[in-house]
């Protein structure tokens, strides 16, 4: 009993000892909404030293939390309990927060900065006039390979991966939109398509790529192909951007007949406390010189033309991660294609699936 | 105990090897400099530097021990009363009853539980952050305490109770000089498991935490997708070595109490 009580005891004072410790690193402890704003940001997504530097600029305290989906994010926007100042999720599911009412407009006399965004990026369809959001990261689909795997064969299109030389090489992602996406981007038709004929013909040409797909999986892609495990696979352009990182070998491609065009938005969600704060931070993400360091940081494409005039040549001019105007003008943004729908593009890529055994 | 042979000796190293490997393949490549998991370029010390300099993820990580000491010691005093009472119930229907539903929220997923929680907390008006996830942690612990607890009370002969109270020991000297002293291994059992429960859960974890309190398992999931640094395999390794520091420290200090264990417990 006596040891038991020792052990409590002990407990009880390494836990208040680390407490202590851990308030003396907290920097002052906790201050009033009014000076402090939460931001709710995908992990290792922004440069901390820019936290740092907005609280020195504005005197706010910036609370950093993170998530690791849309879907739990939304889930604890929704409920509440926290208020999130910032929140940063990928178009479509910033059309799914305001239908459900989870944004607040933005207010755009306090983000005079939204002048360094290239229009380009501005007024989509999954948020038309930018009513609630602004662009943070953008990127596209592509084709990422590996040359060396290859005997030195490159792509440009989509169609290239029906070669018949690429016999079970070609990983696919688990993801109905994309999947189906890219047959009916080889075919020429819109990857918002909702023309039965053409899903149908798109759906018959996955299957003819069948003897050429090595296996359909997740994030795991990435590692497959950093370890010369797999040689091409279909991946978004910041996945990419990650591969090349640690392995030189991978080359990454946007194919010529068009591909799917994606963003990470910062929104201002319906629970917000400082919303002035919330402004604040938005403008200062979209000054030239924080987006610029920010996408020097985080390796993906930025919207901000202003930042890019600050950036290095050799990155902006990289035409696989900044794609030239001609390629640009093939890319699309997903549009919410309905629940309908959505389900038969479920039931089209199970089929391809299906096949496959 | 007999000595070994040589092959089950081969079978255990086997064993003990696949168990660790990937702990020390981690731990060799937070010394990388080149910035992944797949090639080792040269030496560095960077990736520990970095994670003295990232004061958020130190106050995380110990945010992450605190919460696991303290939610451990709470279930584990809650937990043993719990099975004290189910112990000491006369009506087998109602002990069978109480158990079964002990027994449903250890299987129950943890992702639903989490969910519950963050329901139940709003509605509470429970700030989400440090109170919401120790209360969560105390609550999936408490389960687990109970049923590494319970085997040991059954093993218990109930005679020795019997003894205990012919020989004029009071209740509370049965309950602290009989009953618990022979439960202890059991007691220890579930704070250790409750301990790493409380350590390694994300699911519950990641609907509770909010208000800028996070623990590890949340902040290293979210960073899932643009690719976990190698700051976080520093981050293990360090945690890995004081692990072993503690059990070795453990044992020395066991052992020194054992020696002269030959007086009387009082």
Not at chain 1, 181 to 186: C, P
Not at chain 2, 166 to 180: N, P, S, Y
Request: hydrophobic share 45%; aromatic share 10%.
């Amino acid at each position: 009993m006596k040891d038991l009580i020792r052990g409590v005891i002990l407990i009880v004072i390494i836990s208040f000892v680390l407490m202590v410790i851990n308030s003396k690193l907290g920097e002052g402890g906790s201050r009033s909404s009014k000076d402090s704003i939460t931001v709710y940001n995908w992990g290792e997504y922004i440069d901390p030293d820019l936290l740092k530097q907005f609280e020195q600029e504005t005197g706010i305290k910036v609370i950093y939390e993170t998530f690791d989906s849309n879907e739990g994010m939304m889930g604890k926007i929704e409920q509440g309990g926290t208020s999130y100042d910032i929140s940063m999720p990928s178009e479509y599911m910033v059309e799914m927060m305001a239908e459900k009412d989870l944004l607040l407009p933005i207010d755009y006399d306090k983000v005079p900065n939204i002048q360094n965004i290239d229009p380009y990026f501005l007024d989509l369809p999954f948020d038309p006039k930018n009513k609630y959001s602004i662009p943070y990261f953008w990127g596209t689909l592509g084709i990422a390979f590996n040359p060396t795997l290859l005997e030195g064969q490159t792509f440009e299109s989509w169609d290239s991966l029906w070669d018949p030389s690429l016999k079970g090489r070609v990983v696919l992602v688990d993801s109905a939109r994309e999947t189906i996406g890219m047959g009916l981007n080889s075919l020429g038709y819109s990857l918002n398509s909702t023309d039965l004929r053409e899903l149908r013909q798109a759906t018959d040409k996955l299957n003819t790529l069948i003897p050429n797909v090595k296996a359909v999986i997740g994030d795991e892609v990435t590692q497959l192909m950093v370890n010369n495990e797999a040689a091409i696979s279909l991946t978004w352009s910041g996945q990419a951007a990650d591969m090349m990182y640690e392995n030189e070998d991978i080359d990454y491609i946007v194919p010529e007949e068009g591909s799917n065009l994606w963003f990470d938005n910062m929104v201002i969600p319906r629970t917000a406390k400082n919303i002035d704060g919330a402004h604040a931070f938005i403008n200062f993400m979209l000054d030239a010189e924080v987006a610029a360091q920010n996408a020097d940081y985080v390796g993906y494409s930025t919207p901000n033309e202003a930042a890019l005039t600050l950036m290095d040549p050799e990155v902006i001019e990289d035409e696989r991660f900044y794609p030239d105007e001609e390629t640009r003008s093939h890319l699309e943004v997903y549009k919410n294609l309905g629940l309908e729908m959505l389900g038969i593009y479920n039931e089209l890529f199970l089929e391809v699936k299906m096949n496959m055994n | 105990m007999e000595k070994l042979s040589k092959l089950p000796k081969i079978y255990l190293a086997v064993v003990f090897m696949i168990l660790y490997a990937p702990i020390f393949y981690l731990i060799y490549y937070s010394f990388n400099s080149g910035g992944g998991m797949s090639n080792f370029e040269n030496f560095t010390l960077e990736h520990y530097a970095a994670v003295f300099e990232d004061k958020r993820l130190i106050v995380i990580t110990l945010n992450t021990i605190i919460i696991a000491l303290l939610s451990a010691l709470l279930s584990t005093v809650v937990g043993v009363l719990g099975a004290l009472a189910i112990y000491f119930m006369k009506n087998k229907s109602m002990r069978k009853a109480v158990l079964s539903l002990n027994n449903i929220l250890i299987v129950s997923p943890d992702v639903i539980i989490g969910a519950s929680f963050l329901i139940l907390f709003t509605i509470a008006g429970v700030k989400l952050g440090f109170t919401s996830v120790l209360l969560s942690h105390i609550a999936f612990s408490i389960p687990i305490v109970v049923i590494m607890v319970l085997p040991k009370l059954f093993e218990m002969s109930p005679t020795l109770i019997d003894a205990a109270l012919d020989l004029g020991a009071t209740k509370r000297d049965v309950l602290t000089r009989v009953i618990i002293p022979f439960i202890k291994p059991g007691i220890f059992a579930g704070f250790f498991l409750a301990l790493t429960y409380s350590l390694d859960d994300f699911a519950v974890t990641f609907f509770v935490t909010g208000n800028g309190f996070s623990t590890l398992s949340v902040e290293i999931y979210s960073m899932a997708r643009t690719g976990i640094t190698l700051t976080i395999n520093a981050l293990s390794g360090l945690i890995f070595v004081v692990t072993v520091l503690i059990v070795l420290g453990y044992y020395a200090i066991s052992r020194k109490a054992k020696a002269p264990l030959a007086e009387v417990k009082r």
